[in-house]
């Protein structure tokens, strides 16, 4: 048999075989978790006779002037017993150190024949590059450095800004300011220094930890959310039906994250169309993939299947820095967040060691990407995260878990083809689907059936679905109704598609040229 007759015969029918499941499945986890979240019952009033869990919610920011005060103000304004919740807001001191080796830049930026808003990205929120570039712009050439330097140095720093809430604080659940010296590190580093300071932020409240540690939830957040005004209510819920099914405490529950929070537009033109489609995947992996391998993880542990099926059904948690809760106790185990991305790690060092995982009923809104770079930074960051999953069952080796070696090496097996699909199965797929004809007339109707069920079919649901689940959010009453994020071009949207998967590649492989040609891949803020 010959390479082309193999390719033919073999490659393509499994190739084509394994798109159709996976559409079938996308489709189907898609519609589930929206008509699971969607037909959740309205949430039973906060526990007010002091048995409500302890909870504490960590805010980390990095250059947030734009959303620091709003984020505060959503935060502390959410519905649960203020004696038995806090809000932890961790800035740090490299942005202060960043902002003063950016000062020495701004002669040589107001020297420009334009100032373009990329050029001002690190200097001014991200929000502001495009105010900042015009305003200087404008200025007489001779002028632009003090027009430069006076907006600069009035920009106040995000440490500035929650310093002010917090001193100026009078309602509400409580706030506390914590800031971090400049050591290095990314978002797991500013989480760990809070986690060391937890009798700081609950004590005052009565709490200690060892007496209950084993009530307690650490929530992680994104500084750009907007979460439902019964998230708190819904983690309490989450956490005593687990309990009630199990008989323990749930290590993760999550909350589901929606890319609905529309602060900038897309821009225009065709990266506008490739972004507005990373956003469409994003919404279908928090339902499709996120919420349930949650929900799948969770019938596996309530249900009686024999250990060798649950070896094979058993999935590899994906959880999500934005509406995270770890309960105190599996997080100390683990020894804190780890880096460096601490939402990748927890799930995957957990579910090597057969912890339970919860899902929450409630939503959270977050910003999809309006940028390129910061989208293939993230796309960079999460392969670097997930694609050794050996490295993660290496450091939690020493510990107990609940899964016995066959289990744990079926997990890694999955997770390694999830990231070998990753890298390669949109080519390989775009190859067989372009072939399948001369496989045969079957194979070839096969593969237009996935390839629209796949991509139009399914962006076109999750369209439809977009608005309703926004609704489903009733964010607190401190801050108004967050706006939508939509697709000026929906129709062009549904027909593009199909390109979505190869958006994704530009992240990972640039991250593996770098590393094969020896050049250092910084990864910065991943800012949206």
Request: with cysteine; charged share 20%.
């Amino acid at each position: 048999m010959s390479a082309a007759e193999a390719w033919l015969d073999l490659v393509v029918p499994v190739l084509v075989s394994g798109l159709l499941a996976r559409a079938v499945w996308a489709a189907v986890a898609v519609e589930a978790s929206a008509r699971w979240l969607l037909s959740a019952p309205a949430h039973r009033p906060a526990d007010v006779d002091g048995q409500a869990p302890w909870l504490v919610m960590l805010l980390p920011m990095l250059r947030e002037q734009a959303v620091a005060a709003e984020s505060i103000a959503a935060f502390t304004g959410l519905d649960y017993p203020t004696g038995r919740a806090a809000v932890a807001v961790i800035t740090t001191e490299r942005e202060h150190t960043a902002r003063t080796q950016h000062r020495g830049r701004l002669s040589e930026l107001a020297s420009l024949p334009t100032l373009t808003a990329g050029r001002l990205r690190g200097l001014f929120p991200a929000s502001r590059c495009e105010a900042v570039a015009e305003t200087v712009n404008a200025a007489p050439r001779e002028e632009r450095l003090a027009v430069l330097t006076k907006l600069f140095d009035a920009e106040p720093s995000t440490a500035d800004i929650v310093a002010a809430r917090a001193a100026d604080h009078p309602e509400g659940l409580r706030l506390v300011h914590l800031h971090q010296p400049d050591v290095g590190g990314r978002k797991p580093g500013q989480l760990n220094f809070a986690l060391d300071r937890l009798p700081d932020v609950l004590g005052p409240l009565g709490w200690r930890e060892d007496a209950h540690a084993h009530d307690t939830f650490v929530l992680v957040y994104d500084a750009d959310a907007v979460p439902d005004r019964a998230t708190l209510t819904a983690f309490a819920d989450a956490a005593a039906e687990h309990r009630t099914s199990t008989g323990r405490a749930p290590a993760v529950i999550q909350q589901q994250r929606l890319p609905l929070l529309a602060r900038r537009p897309f821009p225009r033109g065709l990266t506008g169309l490739l972004l507005a489609e990373e956003w469409i995947y994003q919404l279908r992996r928090s339902l499709g993939i996120e919420l349930a391998r949650v929900r799948l993880h969770q019938w596996i542990a309530c249900s009686r299947l024999p250990e060798t099926v649950r070896v094979w059904l058993r999935p590899m948690v994906y959880a999500v820095g934005c509406g995270m809760g770890v309960h105190l106790p599996a997080l100390r185990r683990l020894g804190g967040f780890p880096e460096p991305m601490e939402d990748l790690g927890t799930g995957h060092r957990l579910s090597v060691l057969g912890a339970d995982f919860a899902p929450s009923t409630a939503l959270v809104l977050d910003e999809p990407y309006t940028d390129t770079r910061g989208l293939t930074n993230l796309h960079a960051l999460a392969f670097t995260a997930s694609a050794r999953p050996d490295r993660h069952a290496r450091a939690v080796a020493h510990l107990p878990g609940g899964l016995s070696r066959p289990a744990r090496a079926a997990l890694m097996l999955r997770e390694w083809t999830d990231e070998a699909a990753w890298l390669l199965g949109a080519p390989l797929l775009a190859a067989a689907v372009a072939s399948a004809w001369w496989a045969g007339p079957w194979w070839a109707g096969l593969a237009v059936v996935g390839v629209l069920l796949h991509g139009p079919v399914t962006t076109a649901r999750l369209l439809t679905l977009a608005p309703v689940l926004h609704r489903r959010v009733t964010p607190p009453g401190t801050i108004v109704p967050p706006p939508r994020s939509t697709s000026a071009r929906p129709t062009a949207l549904v027909a593009a598609s199909p390109l979505q998967p190869f958006v994704r590649l530009a992240g990972p492989w640039r991250l593996i040229w770098a590393k094969a040609t020896g050049r250092r891949l910084g990864f910065g803020k991943t800012e949206r």
